[in-house]
């Protein structure tokens, strides 16, 4: 398992740590705990394929983008697909040329990724506008909102770009951590805020010129080096009007007002991919496969299911009356949002769902690390 690489950029070297090194140190030995056994589907709700496509497969921090009804996404070697997704049909397909190392962001009108070149490409229409040479690699997908394009650096740096152009129009450095995660982090808009992951904090900044609004701490670095005291956010991130609520990897979670920069509440959690949730509750998987839901406004426990544990499990998806999670074996699994009982397991392709399932309208979407884009409509 690849779980360390150097990382060099332009001020300094920084040690990227593979996503995975914290979940399982060592993987494929012999100690590996033994994925629970799920007993038969117990079939509460009704769940049919819709449509299937293959993209190529996936081995980059995946963003699946829904805009209306259109989906856009990408595999690892340079595919960028948008499709319609009440029935699959190709909207359109390019290919980059190059290999992909974090996207798609997409407005409807711009797609924009990162090529493991360094390079920022902005699409439109499945037509090339620009590609810019960036000077540190990034992890976490390009943000496309009015008409710019916002970039999260593994070096910490967020700049932004005019959509139509290229043209930079701000770019904020910070300083730089000893260790940064080869993972996507948290980048999303909130009003007219641009709400960014530095590290362990979370920070509201302005679109227009990167100046920075306010910043809360969702975790605190700990331990005696390095590695014990890498603090990150990690995508995704769940948001209810002002309410952001984000992981801080195997560290906690936590919600800020975005509106009002404070910190609602922060509790201890062991996990490594992001959360979702409702104007109630907030949902994660923790790294040993637990499922976990939080009062959203307290922060205290509701409940906590082991029915999955060792199973390698995405971040969740909050839908209806379920909780949709995916696994390394490539099921799709439906939880109670109440407690945390079985609803009903669906198949995909048989490889690991790469990224927290998507919803477009009445249609879930779902990538697998096998290249399989596949859509169900639950009851």
Request: proline share 4%; with cysteine; hydrophobic share 45%.
């Amino acid at each position: 398992m690849k779980a360390l690489m150097l990382f060099g950029k332009a001020a300094q070297s920084v040690l990227v740590v593979g996503f995975a090194m914290a979940l399982v140190a060592c993987a494929s030995g012999p100690d590996k705990p033994k994925p629970t056994e799920l007993g038969p589907n117990a079939n509460l709700i009704g769940v049919r394929p819709v449509w299937a496509t293959k993209m190529g497969g996936t081995d980059f921090p995946l963003n699946v983008r829904v805009v209306d009804q259109s989906v856009f996404l990408a595999s690892a070697d340079g595919a960028v697909l948008a499709l319609n997704s009440a029935t699959g049909a190709q909207l359109w397909r390019a290919d980059v040329g190059a290999k992909v190392a974090a996207g798609v962001g997409s407005d409807g009108q711009y797609v924009a990724l990162v090529t493991r070149a360094n390079e920022l490409l902005v699409l439109e229409g499945g037509r090339e506008l620009w590609r810019q040479k960036l000077s540190a690699q990034v992890f976490t997908a390009p943000l496309v909102a009015g008409r710019r394009v916002f970039v999260l650096g593994a070096d910490r740096a967020v700049s932004a770009y005019d959509a139509a152009s290229g043209r930079k129009i701000w770019m904020q450095q910070r300083p730089g951590e000893p260790l940064v995660l080869q993972q996507a982090g948290v980048l999303l808009p909130v009003g007219d805020t641009l709400v960014v992951g530095l590290a362990g904090r979370l920070a509201g900044m302005q679109p227009a010129n990167g100046s920075v609004r306010w910043e809360v701490p969702i975790a605190s670095p700990r331990g005696t080096n390095d590695v014990e005291r890498l603090v990150d956010l990690v995508a995704h991130a769940s948001r209810v009007g002002d309410s952001v609520c984000v992981r801080a990897f195997q560290a906690s979670v936590g919600c800020v007002n975005a509106a009002r920069g404070n910190l609602l509440w922060t509790k201890p959690a062991v996990g490594a991919v992001g959360v979702s949730g409702d104007d109630r509750l907030l949902f994660g998987t923790e790294a040993d496969g637990k499922v976990l839901a939080w009062s959203r406004s307290t922060g205290e426990r509701v409940w906590v299911s082991e029915r999955l544990k060792y199973r390698g499990l995405s971040a969740p998806l909050a839908l209806g009356r379920s909780i949709v999670i995916g696994d390394e074996s490539g099921l799709l699994h439906f939880l109670s949002r109440e407690d945390g009982s079985a609803l009903t397991r669906v198949s995909t392709d048989g490889t690991a769902v790469a990224v927290a399932p998507v919803v477009a309208g009445d249609t879930l979407i779902v990538a697998t690390r096998g290249g399989s884009v596949m859509a169900f409509r639950p009851e």
